[in-house]
C-alpha cells in the first residue's frame, strides 16, 4: 500500500548541484533548468511523513551552492531558492499540506543561517493570501530592495539566501508558449488578455510574457480550482477535471491555452512556435508519483520517458 502522497517543487536560481540520498518513499520526478531565466526547477514527490525531510535536504545543497548577488537572469525572483509549493497528489488534504509547508519553513530558517520565508496559501495563516498576493505585497515583480522586506520567518533578507516563498495548494500546473516574435509589448498583451483576473480571461491562469531565446514566451501557471466538475477529460475540452480525497477540481488544458495563445497571436499578424509543459499535468504526475513510489525508482526523471510517453 502507498502511503498519502504529496509534491514538493523547488524553484530556485540555477547554478546550483543538488544531491541527496535515496529514501524508498521518495522520487524525484522531474529535474528542469532553463538558461535564459537562470532558473531551475525540482520536483519531488514523497509520502507526507517524508516530504519535509526531503525537500529540507534538497534546500541546504542549494543554499550552499547559490548566492544571489553574483547571479542574474530575465525571470523576477527574490530567493536563490525562489519559491517551494506543496501539492497534494494522493489521499492527503491541502490543509495537511500546509501543515508541512510551515514545518518546512521553521526547519528551513533553523537551519540555514540568512535564510528568510514568506508563507501563502494554506501555510499562511489565518490570512491564507495567496501566491500572487504576497508577490505583489513583497514586490517580486519589481524587485525590490531587499532593506524594504519583511519576512514571516527568519532574518531580515540577505543578499546571498534572499527571501524564500514556502506554502501550499491544490495542483499548479507550469505551461509556457513562444510567439515567433521580439515584441515584449505585444506578448504582454497577449498575457493580459488570457490572465484569469481579466474578465475574458481563462480562470485559474497566471500569466507573465519574457524575452526567450530570441522569441516571447507566454509563461502561465494554471491553477485548478474546486466547483466545476467536468465529465469529459479530452485535450480538446477547455477545463480537465481531477480529484483528490474526494474534492474535485478543474484546470484549464494546456491545449487550449495554446489554441487561445495562437488565436490571439494570430490576431495581431504573428504565430507560435510551440508549447512547453513544465513537469505534468495534475494527473500525469500523480500516476507518475504512484509508479514511482511504489517501485522505489528513486530517480524517475531518467527514466521518465521510457516509462510514460
Known sequence: MISPLA???????????????KHPEVSVLNIFSDQDYNR???????????????VLAACLEAFQSIDMEVQEGIHPCLGAVDLIPIYPLTDVGVEECGAVARSLAENLVLHVPGSSVFLFGE?????KRTLVQRRKQLGWFTRRDFSALEPDLGA??????????????????????????????????IASAIRGSNA??????????????GKIEIACNVESFEGQEVTETSEDTRYM???????????????????????????????TIGRALIGFTPPECKNCAEYAIKESIGEFWKIREGVFM
Do not use: W
Not at 7 to 21: A, P
Open 7 to 21: 509534491l514538493g517543487l523547488l524553484q530556485f536560481l540555477q547554478d546550483s548541484r543538488i544531491r541527496g540520498k
Open 123 to 127: 501555510a499562511d495563516l489565518p490570512a
Open 156 to 189: 531580515a533578507p540577505a543578499r546571498r539566501c534572499g527571501l524564500t516563498g514556502i506554502g501550499a495548494s491544490p495542483y499548479v500546473m507550469n505551461c509556457n508558449v513562444t510567439i515567433d516574435s521580439q515584441d515584449l509589448a505585444l506578448g504582454k498583451e
Open 40 to 54: 531551475s526547477v525540482i520536483t519531488i514527490a514523497a509520502s507526507i511523513d517524508e516530504l519535509n525531510n526531503s
Open 200 to 213: 475574458s480571461g481563462l480562470k485559474g491562469v497566471q500569466a507573465m510574457a519574457f524575452p526567450h531565446e
Open 241 to 271: 477535471a481531477y480529484s483528490v480525497l474526494g474534492d474535485h477540481f478543474s484546470y484549464v488544458s494546456p491545449h487550449y491555452i495554446e489554441a487561445q495563445v495562437k488565436k490571439l497571436a494570430s490576431d495581431r499578424g504573428i504565430g
